[in-house]
């Protein structure tokens, strides 16, 4: 386990001190005679006005709006002057008191646990009423494995390490997240009987979301009060994007509604649509449409958030050779901006957010509550499987895997004109053997039948006989997504600690210059040979006349997406970590960058050098320039997100950001 010089020493006895149980003043409310009442859930009810959708007439939405503050400010509730909204970017006159939030200047931070400017237990009191009892104090998840913890519970605690690897583990609790080396690994469950357990990277409070109101209500506090603001939905960031030391967390995860249209009109569109809620995960995006008998876009992993960070960051699907990025569909988003106001962002409201929103990146330019997307009718999908060892105890030697590899590699243009999704991962063997497994889950043509996806790749297998690899595909064909994607995808498996991505788009350009290629080829072998696993994806999201927006152009142009990393011993010095990380980012990613400038920003390196250009691509500029409009505070803040660059988690070592200090801002 590595020491952390700055790491908050926050000792969980405190921390789970219960709301309100201080013996600080209580807040107060004026009853309609005039007298002072004590603030409370009799007293004082949600701050919302409830509207039926515009959309459906039916589903309900709670808003903080302008008659709401005005009401408990007339009422003299002892700090709503903390919840009014911002100075109006959209356009909306408001008449209350204004407060913009804290002007940072260089070397200013964020307001943090123990500074003068935290709030104090009757504020967060307050807040908790206003959003009718959501708000949470954070418990990190391992604290149950800890003697000492107050909350040590030994049959919890096995609970909690017999499931550590399933992602719906982590996106039950208020702040778990699924790479905790970002988190600081401070509370990791089996160091429960020796270690103590500090909140690290964890956020100190959560508002659990079931309605707009209450993000309304966070957004303005967070930036009324300067606390900094992280929005998390499952969890499942690579980088450290949904966590953050002293920070308010926006838990999105139980905003569920799923809702059909057969029809759905836009000025550009006429055809079903799904609209979801911003905690609906992939699983349950593919369940619904599979119901209502057509097909979606989505990711690989049941537990991903759909329009949370997934769209958010422009999001790569099994169907992407054939309909593009997952933003490629939204048709329109919900959303809370910085200022504190639910707007609709399509291709005719809102339009720079609109764009900005589909591939920009997560938490940036505010809060989504809900999007529709487009779906498409149910077609077939056929292809392979294929679990293949290489070693001495095989028949598959080092070199005939390499030349089948490339071999297939070759072809990968090819396939994407066809809509292939090919995705397959390389490890060095589990069993101690030398040599590789390569699971290949799946190798399929979208929309295709079993014969003619046999006939586009039997010239490849061939190739594979000839070169005298042993091999055993397992074919499959089916009518609908839903029964391809339960049965020959691969189990989601999660929350993996000391290991670290990286990622690179090779785009098809390279495979015109066969010196390159070959180059790039040898480069990516090269890699695995000295650690590196490969999770390659074969496919081209570049659907003819996809829309514009800020997603990263470089997926335009992408033939080969592949996920690089390496894991290092728990116990290791320092110095092999120092060692390990710095290979990732300027050994194995430099070599490869010079093949693919792009990488992907959801499933990338947090140390990208020149992360705008890699992460967004042409689009970075556009992006920034809107990041200034909407949030000229920078009340919304994450690592890689389109204009980071002005702040820094302070105490890190140049060679890996973690989510473990104040963050500071340093540049204008
Ligand atoms: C096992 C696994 C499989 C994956 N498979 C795929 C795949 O097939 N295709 C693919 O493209 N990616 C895939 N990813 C990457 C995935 O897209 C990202 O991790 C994504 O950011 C997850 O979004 P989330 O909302 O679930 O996670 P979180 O970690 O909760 O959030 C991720 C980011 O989005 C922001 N965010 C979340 N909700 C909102 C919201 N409502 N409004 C604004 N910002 C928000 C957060 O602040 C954070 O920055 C996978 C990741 C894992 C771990
Ligand atoms: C404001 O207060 C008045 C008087 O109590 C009440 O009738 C009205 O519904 C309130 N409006 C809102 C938006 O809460
Ligand atoms: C707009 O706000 C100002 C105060 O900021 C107020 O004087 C004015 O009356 C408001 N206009 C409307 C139309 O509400
Ligand atoms: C975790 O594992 C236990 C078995 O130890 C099981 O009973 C439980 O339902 C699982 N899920 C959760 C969320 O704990
Ligand atoms: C190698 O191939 C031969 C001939 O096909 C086969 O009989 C044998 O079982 C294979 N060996 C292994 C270890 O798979
Ligand atoms: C092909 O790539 C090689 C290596 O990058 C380069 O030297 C050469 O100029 C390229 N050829 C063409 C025709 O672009
Ligand atoms: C780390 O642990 C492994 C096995 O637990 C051990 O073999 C190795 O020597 C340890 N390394 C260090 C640097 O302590």
Known sequence: MVAFSLQRALLLAGALARLGAA????????????????????????????????????????????????NLTALDLTNIDLFTFDEDVTGVNTT??????????????????????????????VFNLLTGGALIETVPIGAVCYPNSGVYNAQKCQNVLNNWSQSSLHASDPTSVMSPLYQGETCMPQNGQSGSCTLGSFPSYSVKISNVFQIQLAVNFARNKGIRLVVHNTGHDFLGKST??????????????????????????NGPAIKLGAGVQVGELYAAANRYGVTAVG????????????????????????????????????????????????????????WALRGGGGGTFGVVTSVTVKVY????????????VTGADTNNTEQIFWDAMYAYWRKFPSYSAEGVYGYSMVFPR???????????????????TLAQSKALIEPLLHEWRTLGLDFTPQWFEHDNFYDTWTQHFPAESVANSNMRTSSRMFPGE???????????????????????????????????NAPASGANSHWRSAQWFAIMGAGWAPNSSEADLETTNRRITDD????????????????????????????????????????????????????????SERWKVQGQRDWLTLQTGKLCKVAN
């Not at 701050?47 to 515009?54: H, Y």
């Not at 209350?96 to 009191?125: E, I």
């Not at 953050?244 to 569109?269: E, F, M, P, Q, V």
């Not at 909407?630 to 009340?635: C, E, G, K, Q, R």
């Open 23 to 70: 013996q600080e003043a209580e807040p107060t409310i004026l009853a309609e005679d005039g007298s002072v009442l004590v603030a409370d859930e009799t007293t004082v009810a949600p701050a919302a006005e409830v509207f039926s959708d515009l959309d459906t007439d039916e589903e309900q939405v709670a808003i903080l709006t302008d008659a709401v503050v005005a």
């Open 96 to 125: 209350l008191r204004k407060r913009s939030g804290p002007a940072y200047r260089v070397g200013d931070c964020k307001v943090f646990p123990g500074d003068r400017d935290w709030p104090s237990r009757l504020t967060w009191n």
């Open 244 to 269: 953050g030391a002293g920070a308010l967390s926006i838990w999105t995860h139980h905003l569920k509604d799923i809702k059909y249209y057969s029809s759905y009109r836009t000025a550009s569109y």
């Open 299 to 354: 990711g690989e992993c049941a537990g991903v958030g759909v329009a949370g960070g997934y769209l958010a960051g422009g999001g790569h699907s099994p169907l992407s050779s054939k309909y593009g990025l997952g933003s490629d569909q939204v048709l329109s988003i919900d959303v809370v901006l910085p200022n504190g106001r639910f707007v609709t962002a399509t291709e005719t409201k809102n339009t720079d957010l609109f």
């Open 377 to 388: 009718p149910k077609m077939k999908f056929s292809g392979f499987t294929l679990d293949l």
């Open 430 to 448: 589990f069993d101690g053997v030398a040599g590789y497994t390569w699971s290949v889950r799946p190798f399929m043509f979208p929309g295709k």
């Open 510 to 544: 390279v495979w015109w210059n066969v010196t390159k290629r070959d180059a790039m080829f040898d480069t990516v072998k090269q890699i695995v040979k000295e650690g590196s696993a490969l999770i390659q994806y074969n496919m081209n999201p570049a659907q003819r």
């Open 588 to 643: 194995w990613n430099s070599r490869m960058r010079v093949f693919g400038p792009g990488g992907y920003g959801n499933e990338g390196d947090v140390m990208e050098p020149n992360f705008g250009n890699a992460f967004f691509g042409t689009n970075y500029p556009r992006l920034l320039q809107i990041k200034r409009q909407v949030d000229p505070n920078d009340l919304f803040w994450a690592p890689t997100a389109v204009g």
